[in-house]
């Protein structure tokens, strides 16, 4: 069987016999670690190994959220800890090319890490641009207030990431920014004009549209589609994301799973592939849930298939790098801007 058009996690440090039988079977096209899968590197260097032997293809993505802040998957005792992007748009405003030079060296760093345990990709830049009254499921996360500081630090975000040789995956297109509830219990509506999000949120986006992949946001954009967030909006997917940004990678959905979404787990993976997303991505683990999503998954054909090899091939081999004095180096620009940085 060809691999199928979905990414998913698995329960625990290892594979179950279940979970084994079911990638053998299914096919995933790649894989997402988090905490519950990271006891120690040793462990997930094998588990990474496992996860690509299970459908091999030694080439198969293993993905993370390894932003630094309150989003990192791994951390102390055995991975450093990382700061959150709003540290880098502080130490913009005191001086850009100290903001640009601490998110190129964080994400350099973050790629080494990823580097020694096989994981390939980061589910990193953002370009959410936050607005005052916004829910704070963005919050520190996000790298400023104006699309273009946003932008120049989400490219210096991924630039870090891919002389690292780690893929970056551009997220929420086209801007969870402005949503007022966090789309992992329900679902956002944001009512801005078109004019609007075009000026201030895609805008931000639109110069990073040549990175290889990008994640959806599960808003609904009622000036766009007052039916369907982004996920599961032709019309946005379309129009905006692949018209107005200009974005032509490969386009994963934000986690199938989450409550933003309405309907079963078949019905939204339907929902998400006739939309015109090219992956379906699926986090938790759950076996059942995982069952439903890979019977309404399609095989990874055509179009969809041209940019997830498009994707792969554009990872680069890794640039020699001092960790030592890298980390220096940030932490000397992470206490330069002081109490600015909370």
């Given at each position: 069987?060809?691999?199928?058009?979905?990414?998913?996690?698995?329960?625990?440090?290892?594979?179950?016999?279940?979970?084994?039988?079911?990638?053998?079977?299914?096919?995933?096209?790649?894989?997402?670690?988090?905490?519950?899968?990271?006891?120690?590197?040793?462990?997930?260097?094998?588990?990474?190994?496992?996860?690509?032997?299970?459908?091999?293809?030694?080439?198969?993505?293993?993905?993370?959220?390894?932003?630094?802040?309150?989003?990192?998957?791994?951390?102390?005792?055995?991975?450093?800890?990382?700061?959150?992007?709003?540290?880098?748009?502080?130490?913009?405003?005191?001086?850009?090319?100290?903001?640009?030079?601490?998110?190129?060296?964080?994400?350099?760093?973050?790629?080494?890490?990823?580097?020694?345990?096989?994981?390939?990709?980061?589910?990193?830049?953002?370009?959410?641009?936050?607005?005052?009254?916004?829910?704070?499921?963005?919050?520190?996360?996000?790298?400023g207030t104006t699309p273009e500081k946003v932008a120049k630090i989400a490219r210096a975000v991924s630039q870090g990431l891919e002389d690292g040789g780690v893929l970056?995956?551009?997220?929420?297109?086209?801007?969870?920014?402005?949503?007022?509830?966090?789309?992992?219990?329900?679902?956002?509506?944001?009512?801005?004009?078109?004019?609007?999000?075009?000026?201030?949120?895609?805008?931000?986006?639109?110069?990073?549209?040549?990175?290889?992949?990008?994640?959806?946001?599960?808003?609904?954009?009622?000036?766009?589609?007052?039916?369907?967030?982004?996920?599961?909006?032709?019309?946005?997917?379309?129009?905006?994301?692949?018209?107005?940004?200009?974005?032509?990678?490969?386009?994963?959905?934000?986690?199938?799973?989450?409550?933003?979404?309405?309907?079963?787990?078949?019905?939204?993976?339907?929902?998400?592939?006739?939309?015109?997303?090219?992956?379906?991505?699926?986090?938790?683990?759950?076996?059942d849930e995982m069952r439903a999503v890979a019977s309404m998954t399609p095989r990874l054909t055509g179009e969809a298939l041209a940019r997830a090899d498009r994707a792969?091939?554009?990872?680069?081999?890794?640039?020699?790098?001092?960790?030592?004095?890298?980390?220096?180096?940030?932490?000397?620009?992470?206490?330069?801007?002081?109490?600015?940085?909370?």
């Amino acid at each position: 069987m060809s691999t199928r058009a979905f990414i998913v996690g698995v329960s625990g440090l290892a594979l179950t016999g279940e979970e084994l039988a079911f990638m053998r079977e299914q096919k995933p096209w790649g894989f997402i670690l988090f905490k519950r899968n990271a006891e120690s590197p040793a462990q997930v260097a094998a588990l990474v190994a496992e996860l690509r032997q299970s459908v091999g293809r030694l080439d198969a993505p293993v993905l993370i959220d390894q932003e630094g802040g309150r989003v990192q998957r791994l951390g102390p005792p055995h991975w450093p800890s990382y700061p959150p992007g709003a540290v880098f748009g502080a130490l913009y405003d005191l001086a850009p090319a100290d903001g640009l030079r601490a998110a190129w060296l964080s994400s350099r760093l973050i790629a080494a890490d990823l580097n020694e345990l096989g994981i390939t990709v980061d589910c990193l830049p953002l370009a959410d641009v936050p607005v005052p009254g916004a829910d704070a499921v963005i919050g520190d996360r996000a790298y400023g207030t104006t699309p273009e500081k946003v932008a120049k630090i989400a490219r210096a975000v991924s630039q870090g990431l891919e002389d690292g040789g780690v893929l970056p995956v551009l997220k929420h297109i086209p801007g969870h920014g402005r949503a007022t509830a966090d789309s992992h219990t329900q679902l956002p509506t944001v009512d801005t004009s078109r004019l609007e999000l075009a000026r201030a949120d895609f805008a931000a986006f639109q110069p990073l549209a040549d990175l290889p992949m990008a994640m959806t946001a599960h808003v609904v954009f009622s000036a766009l589609d007052a039916a369907q967030p982004a996920t599961t909006s032709a019309t946005i997917i379309n129009e905006v994301i692949r018209g107005t940004i200009g974005f032509q990678g490969l386009l994963m959905s934000d986690d199938v799973s989450m409550n933003a979404l309405s309907g079963s787990l078949g019905e939204r993976t339907a929902a998400i592939v006739a939309a015109g997303c090219d992956m379906v991505l699926h986090c938790n683990g759950k076996m059942d849930e995982m069952r439903a999503v890979a019977s309404m998954t399609p095989r990874l054909t055509g179009e969809a298939l041209a940019r997830a090899d498009r994707a792969l091939a554009s990872r680069k081999t890794p640039q020699s790098f001092d960790r030592a004095s890298g980390r220096d180096e940030l932490d000397a620009l992470v206490a330069r801007a002081g109490s600015l940085i909370a």
